[in-house]
């Protein structure tokens, strides 16, 4: 089990720093960082929970770049062989608007991954 939460935990770091780590390669105005924590088991399961916190300029529409994001998570996942119904991607967006150091209003978009699995699902 431990060897198995070890991979997918770096599996998870690895897609977060290749797809989407630090500022998104084509636009200046959309930040992203990620936090990775482990959920204790639940009826059996192992759960991590993928945070993904994007920050962009209020008034852009990234619909289109917020779903291309999580089909790349879940692609990633799919290459541990992950089965669709072992894990789940809820999304939910968080309208929050914060001041940052240059006066800007920023909107914070929020997506939160649970990866369940248990030991003999892979």
Do not use: P
């Given at each position: 089990m431990r060897q198995l939460k070890k991979g997918?935990?770096?599996?998870?770091?690895?897609?977060?720093?290749?797809?989407?780590?630090?500022?998104?390669?084509?636009?200046?105005?959309?930040?992203?960082?990620?936090?990775?924590?482990?959920?204790?088991?639940?009826?059996?399961y192992e759960i991590l929970e993928l945070q993904v916190d994007i920050w962009t300029v209020k008034g852009k529409d990234d619909n289109e770049w917020?779903?291309?994001?999580?089909?790349k998570i879940k692609k990633s996942l799919n290459h541990l062989n992950?089965?669709?119904?072992?894990?789940?991607?809820?999304?939910?967006?968080?309208?929050?608007?914060f001041e940052t150091t240059n006066d800007e209003k920023m909107k914070r978009n929020?997506?939160?991954?649970?990866?369940?699995y248990r030991e003999g699902s892979i």
């Amino acid at each position: 089990m431990r060897q198995l939460k070890k991979g997918i935990v770096k599996l998870l770091k690895g897609c977060c720093q290749n797809v989407f780590w630090s500022k998104a390669t084509d636009e200046s105005d959309r930040y992203i960082c990620y936090t990775l924590k482990t959920a204790s088991s639940i009826d059996g399961y192992e759960i991590l929970e993928l945070q993904v916190d994007i920050w962009t300029v209020k008034g852009k529409d990234d619909n289109e770049w917020l779903d291309i994001t999580t089909s790349k998570i879940k692609k990633s996942l799919n290459h541990l062989n992950i089965a669709e119904e072992e894990f789940s991607a809820v999304i939910y967006f968080d309208r929050t608007i914060f001041e940052t150091t240059n006066d800007e209003k920023m909107k914070r978009n929020t997506m939160y991954f649970d990866v369940r699995y248990r030991e003999g699902s892979i």
